[in-house]
């Protein structure tokens, strides 16, 4: 496949600024008519050329007449034609089969409905059209369908008007005033229920809220309700920005390939981040509903509004808008644990990608595939590049900085180096050398040492930078490092002020007076840069910090790191001081100021991948021994305490508050290690909590506690929970996942025979992640020694390929990782990419990434 470069970019040939779209819609043939207005953009004599994929024109017209076959041709898919004039009227027809489409990419048909993907490159499998996000047009919609089977039609914008046809079908037609890139185009058509509201902006317009769902799911759509006006009231409180039409739609539909997409007014949602209800979805998921639903209504400023030039400035509106929904998520529940588990996703999911050979920049320089850049380094570095933009210049500064580029940009497709630059000029910074965290991958290493002098009682704080090589890039340039910083009296658990260090040099020495005994030092407080450091701060300095850091994250990262150094010693067989880690847990857990679900963070053990990655060769089976034996001790020690919480936080009545749902995750967090502990009644407890629970956050740790062991009751709730969801595919995802990432010794011999389950398809992209997303996830049950799990994965992938190569291709970065292994592991890893690669007909989206992969 051909590789598409950042520096080949050039401004479009021919610009469309109106499209009439005729779509008469049938899942077995739809015809889609399409009137583009273009025009010559500048002095050339180039052709246009309409994008196209799949599709065949059965007409071609040019100001009304019909072309010649010989005056256009197809070149890659793209019709070609030669105009003479700097402004026609082109008009062609084409015909689909949306019940055939299981790419899900264009228009595609899911359960009963028929609905549309564009982003990125959907839209040129609907009609022939300039591809690409720089194209703008004004959208008038037309639709015609069976009103019996597609009673409800809706497309972006507002509706203009309807009306009914003679034989059983009808029509209607929607009007988009703001002129928008094809990726934002949408439509759907179905048999819909629609969960009404209204939302008054702060200039006092009136917008019409749906949110459209089959029939029986609209008892589950009220959270997504809530979150979305509390997103638009909180965009115009925090930004200032206001909604922009008259109706703002919600549709949920159950095959997706993604989370959600922005549509402009038409927001398509994949199912399982609109419906919650306290039977069937867990505080995790009710949280997923509430940042999703905000990040797509965030997008209508950060993205539609202001889109992107081209696709290499994907992170221009997705690192933004992971920021503003993760600021959104912080102020409607906990700042510090919405902190803990952001920087937990990134490290789980950006970090490996930094380090492996699919590393690649905030901003990309080339790709084959661009479905393959909608990665955790594009939206969650992303966001953080925003984060620490936003701290060096505050939050004043930063709202003005914003502000300029709304304004400057609206309208407009613009690039990460817009943003910047309105940054600068709105904000009065100077980001120089900032700008390279958009342009150097890989993840920074601070390495930080305090001296202190006893003599002038003062420290100095030497931080010393280094950025490893990722593919392409050999020698990195030192980067603009922002860290917030505090030194502690251990004596009196105080410190003079949290400062906050900008590191710019390789290495750079910080002088601090006022210290008669050596400090303690807490440093990238509120994980103020993406960045990994390294001190040689004792085991007791990091127990004092995790017991009186007054930074939560801080805090909680001293926990963290109390236990990585002993679990990572076990590991390797040295000693390791365990009873440090039970001491700081009892204390944290006796410290009753702190917020449930914060204490439910800090004790909980750092993940079996999460150790693999501070280990030069990942060890799945000694890790794994270690972190168990740890468990157990904790477990064991402090029995009484786990006892008394589990009892202690037994929820009453079914609530969302953040009290509520901190109880039950310190609830379930105690279940966890009453269990580890080995306790003979662990089981039995466990199987109560699970049969007596009123909600599926308790339900289903209860289940995931029982799934890690060997237990009459764990095959009993599993049959239990089987029997009670099988109709519902959100709900029975949770049956697939919990046992592909469950800690027990056959779990790769489970997933063989669920992917032989009735219930498992390939064609719902959910399913596939519930059970193969999972089971790579899972670090010791994915990497058994004898490769089975990597059998299986590629198996997967290959298989899928065929059906829907976007969602194939997700599940290879795990095989990518084989240089972290050992010989064994490793070969047998090369060995299922180069299996991948043999195959016949392979999509360009799996080739580019196990191609990457393999170097
Ligand atoms: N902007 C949306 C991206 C998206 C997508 C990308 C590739 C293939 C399918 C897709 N569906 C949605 C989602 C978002 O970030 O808001
Ligand atoms: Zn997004």
Redesign the pocket.
Known sequence: PSVIRRSDYRSPDWLVPHIDLEFDLDPALTRVRAQLSVTRNGGHDHPLRLDGDGIVPLEVMVDGRPVSPDSWHLEAGALILTLPGDAHLVETLVELVPESNSK??GLYASGGLLCT?C??E?FRRITFFPDRPDVLSRYSVRMTADKARFPILLANGDPIDRGDLDDGRHWAVWHDPFPKPC?LFALVAGDLACNADQFVTASGRTVQLGIWVKESDLPRTGHAMTALKNSMAWDERVYGREYDLDVFNIVAVAD???????NKGLN?FNSRYILADPETATDIDYDGVEG?VA??YF?NWS?NRVTCRDWFQLSL??GF??FRDQNFSADMGSHAVKRIEDVRVLRAAQFPEDSGPLAHPVRPESYME??NF?TATI?NKGAELIRMIALIAGPERFRAGADLYFDRHDGEAATCEDFVQAMEDGAGLDLGQFRLWYEQAGTPRVQASLIHDPVTESVELVLEQSLPPTPGQPVKQPMAIPLRVALFNPVTATHHGDELLILTDARESFAFSGFATPPILSINRGFSAPVIIQTDRSQADLAFLSAHDDDPFARYEAMQQLMVNVLIARTSGRPADEQAVVDAIRYTLTDTALDPAFVAEVIRLPSEAYLGDQMTRVEPDAIHTAREALQTRIGVDLEHMWRDIHAGTKANIFSTSPAAKGARKLRNAALHYLAASGASDGPAIAFAQFSEADNMTERQAALGTLANGHSAERDAALDIFYNRYCDDALTLDKWFQTQAFSLHPDTADHVAALALHKDFTLANPNRVRALFGAFSANQWAFHHRSGKGYRMVADCIIALDKLNP?TAARLVPPLGRWKRFDEGRASLMRAELQRILAEPGLSKDVTEQASKSLN
């Open positions: 899900l990419m993907q982003e990125a959907g990726y997706f390939n993604f989370g959600a997409m922005e398509i999703v990040h797509e997008h993205g509106k997705e808008t992971v661009i479905s909608y939206y976007q």
